[in-house]
């Protein structure tokens, strides 16, 4: 007679089995601590790098393998990657017309961050660890706000996402005082994109281009990552799949083609918000899959087909653009319209850090054709990071190293699903597996609600989880599993 285990068993089930798991997890040491679904913490590192992704860098370039050593060639010869680095931290930062604006210290100030953190794990060399605290640390000890125009929130969204990926490097040095940061981070950055997502600085949701929402969500789900703030985290995936804005996956790739192009919005601006837009979304796509969230392939890879559009376009090939016509003003203020009829006119010289890692993922972990995105990628190689692309704040929108952070070798078949967070060595507490999360849809305040049910069963027997039988094992022996015939 086979027996049936009910949802509500199965839903107690998965807790002992997560106790059991805690229990042998335990004996491995103090720093192995477990942690189950309800912690609500993420894996860490798990920004735009994973420990195998910086073990990946670390052993290619000590093997001198190509591409990699192009791209750290690109990244030691940076004026910011040098471990005598010293930090300018302010009180506070201003960005935007009418106030003095010192923005461009915080942003070199970051980027040297990133950089030095990011050269002493390929490296090892301690001295660019210790660089990087200092620089997060000094800030983290002054900075109490963003100030300013409306730039203030680009400034928010733009540094706080770096600023969260910068110190997650470093989360486990033991001289960086991680409580401290995540505090800056919460009470200077996160409110500023969240009032951006909601409010649009009391604009028609309209009225800011697609790049302004997405630095928005780039900060609020990057802090979230950063600080085990479930709630945000969900604030920004519902935004991405259903924002009103213009930065929400459907609106800023408004129009999908049958021969697997797909509209991007700001080509009808210009070319390097364009290219500022890709690279962001596809920041926040590589953040989300490195927690288990495919947002790369939502909507029938929707993102791949916009890439496409805009790798063609900046390679100097001709698109098509259908007429989009977008509402501007302030809310019971002006009031206005503004139409794009083409996509603007394009430099094929000019290049952002933003290829590799588009470009590696869907060729390489997902196996798909991305014939734009890879030539385009080609052909920025090897990508360099801030202070490459020019002197102003256009030069530092993305970290970059693409070439040496992304480019990875093909997946093997069936690999091409997100990973599973793990907790790190330091014994940070990622989200166990659980069973498949139901649909999710966007609730009033900006989460996620349930609307369906995960195929738990199928779960069951994808982890292989011992702990998980013996959990089983147990509720059965005190009679709490249903019965069937």
Same mark, same amino acid.
């Given at each position: 007679m086979t027996r049936h285990i009910s949802r509500r068993g199965m839903l107690k089930a998965t807790g002992v089995a997560a106790g059991v798991i805690g229990m042998g997890t335990a004996l491995q040491g103090p720093t192995a601590t477990a942690a189950t679904a309800a912690d609500g913490a993420f894996a860490h590192p798990g920004l735009l790098h994973t420990r195998a992704d910086l073990d990946r860098m670390a052993a290619k370039v000590k093997a001198g393998a190509e591409p990699y050593t192009a791209g750290y060639a690109k990244l030691t010869a940076n004026r910011h990657a040098q471990s005598g680095w010293k930090a300018n931290p302010q009180a506070i930062v201003y960005r935007g017309s009418g106030s003095p604006q010192n923005y461009s210290i915080l942003y070199n100030d970051i980027h040297a961050a990133y950089q030095n953190a990011l050269r002493a794990h390929v490296s090892g060399d301690s001295a660019h660890a210790d660089t990087a605290v200092a620089i997060l640390n000094a800030w983290s000890a002054e900075l109490t706000s963003v100030q300013g125009s409306a730039d203030r929130f680009l400034a928010a969204g733009l540094y706080g996402y770096q600023f969260a990926n910068a110190a997650e490097l470093v989360r486990d040095h033991p001289g960086f005082e991680l409580a401290r940061f995540q505090k800056m981070l919460r009470e200077v950055f996160l409110p500023l994109g969240d009032d951006?997502? !909601? #409010?649009?600085? @009391?604009?028609?949701?309209?009225?800011?281009?697609?790049?302004?929402?997405?630095?928005?969500?780039?900060?609020?789900?990057?802090?979230?990552? *950063?600080?085990?703030?479930?709630?945000?985290?969900?604030?920004?995936?519902?935004? *991405?799949?259903? +924002?009103?804005?213009?930065?929400?996956? !459907?609106? /800023?790739? %408004?129009?999908?083609?049958?021969?697997?192009?797909?509209?991007?919005?700001?080509?009808?601006?210009?070319? +390097?918000? /364009?290219?500022?837009?890709? +690279?962001?979304?596809?920041? $926040?796509?590589?953040?989300?899959? @490195?927690?288990?969230?495919?947002?790369?392939?939502?909507?029938? #890879?929707? *993102?791949? !087909?916009?890439?496409? =559009?805009? &790798? !063609?376009?900046?390679?100097?090939?001709?698109?098509?653009?259908? &007429?989009?016509?977008?509402?501007?003003?302030?809310?019971?203020?002006?009031?206005?319209?503004?139409?794009?009829?083409?996509?603007?006119?394009?430099?094929?010289?000019?290049?952002? %850090?933003?290829?590799?890692?588009?470009? #590696?993922? =869907?060729?390489?972990?997902?196996?798909?054709?991305?014939?734009?995105?890879?030539?385009?990628? &080609?052909?920025?190689?090897?990508?360099?990071?801030? +202070?490459? =692309?020019?002197? #102003?704040?256009?030069?530092?929108?993305?970290?970059? =190293?693409?070439?040496?952070? $992304?480019?990875?070798?093909?997946?093997?078949?069936?690999?091409?699903?997100?990973?599973t967070p793990t907790a790190s060595a330091s014994g940070a507490q990622p989200t166990r597996p659980g069973p498949p999360s139901p649909t999710p849809t966007p609730t009033p305040d900006g989460g996620l609600a349930a609307t369906g049910t995960g195929d738990t069963a199928g779960w069951i027997a994808a982890t292989g989880i011992t702990a998980l039988a013996g959990g089983l094992l147990l509720l059965r022996r005190r009679g709490r599993t249903g019965g069937g015939a």
């Open positions: 951006f997502l !909601k #409010n649009h600085n @009391n604009a028609v949701v309209t009225n800011y281009w697609t790049n302004w929402d997405l630095t928005a969500m780039a900060c609020v789900l990057a802090v979230g990552i *950063f600080c085990d703030d479930r709630a945000a985290v969900e604030r920004a995936v519902a935004y *991405f799949k259903h +924002g009103e804005g213009l930065g929400s996956v !459907k609106n /800023a790739i %408004p129009v999908v083609r049958e021969d697997g192009l797909a509209e991007w919005l700001e080509a009808g601006r210009d070319q +390097g918000h /364009a290219l500022l837009g890709v +690279g962001l979304m596809g920041t $926040f796509c590589e953040m989300a899959w @490195n927690q288990g969230i495919d947002l790369y392939g939502h909507d029938d #890879n929707r *993102f791949l !087909k916009g890439a496409q =559009y805009v &790798a !063609k376009w900046c390679l100097g090939e001709e698109v098509p653009y259908t &007429a989009n016509t977008r509402k501007k003003g302030a809310i019971g203020g002006w009031s206005g319209t503004e139409t794009a009829t083409e996509a603007a006119a394009v430099d094929p010289a000019m290049t952002r %850090p933003i290829w590799a890692m588009i470009a #590696n993922h =869907y060729t390489k972990r997902r196996g798909l054709d991305a014939s734009y995105v890879t030539r385009i990628a &080609a052909k920025s190689a090897p990508e360099g990071g801030g +202070g490459d =692309y020019g002197p #102003n704040s256009g030069g530092y929108d993305q970290l970059g =190293y693409g070439t040496l952070t $992304f480019t990875r070798d093909r997946a093997s078949r069936g690999t091409s699903s997100p990973p």
